[in-house]
């Protein structure tokens, strides 16, 4: 599945942005899909994944500030994200993987497919 995430821009710190991850090549009803991210001169870490089940996991300091959901008729995942911080600029990369499973859905290495990030840059 070829995944391409778009959605990013300059926002003010307690702002909103939603982005988006449209699938192509198959449906990804049965995958997981995941949004990771990497600041500037950091490493790419793990935001939210929500399964096809609909189970969700986000990271620690995202919780309750962004939420993650899915489209399967459109083939579509979404990060809705909150009250953003300066903290949260970052590129935010959307991946999926069908083999994903709960001890490993924090791992990029879970991950097959990754779409080539978009940035977001929260301004304070």
């Known amino acids: 599945v070829q995944l391409q995430a778009f959605g990013g821009g300059l926002v003010e710190a307690g702002g909103s942005v939603r982005l988006s991850c449209a699938a192509s090549?198959?449906?990804?009803?049965?995958?997981?899909v995941a949004w990771f991210r990497q600041a500037p001169g950091k490493e790419r870490k793990f935001v939210a994944a929500?399964?096809?089940?609909?189970?969700?996991t986000y990271e620690e300091s995202v919780k309750g500030r962004f939420t993650i959901s899915r489209d399967n008729a459109k083939n579509m995942g979404y990060l809705q994200m909150n009250s953003l911080r300066p903290e949260d600029t970052a590129v935010y990369y959307c991946?999926?993987?069908?083999?994903?499973?709960?001890?490993?859905?924090?791992?990029?290495?879970?991950?097959?497919?990754w779409g080539q990030g978009t940035l977001v840059t929260v301004s304070s």
């Open positions: 929500i399964r096809y089940n609909g189970h969700v």
């Open positions: 090549g198959r449906n990804f009803r049965a995958d997981t």
């Open positions: 991946a999926a993987d069908s083999s994903v499973i709960l001890s490993n859905i924090r791992s990029q290495s879970a991950y097959a497919n």
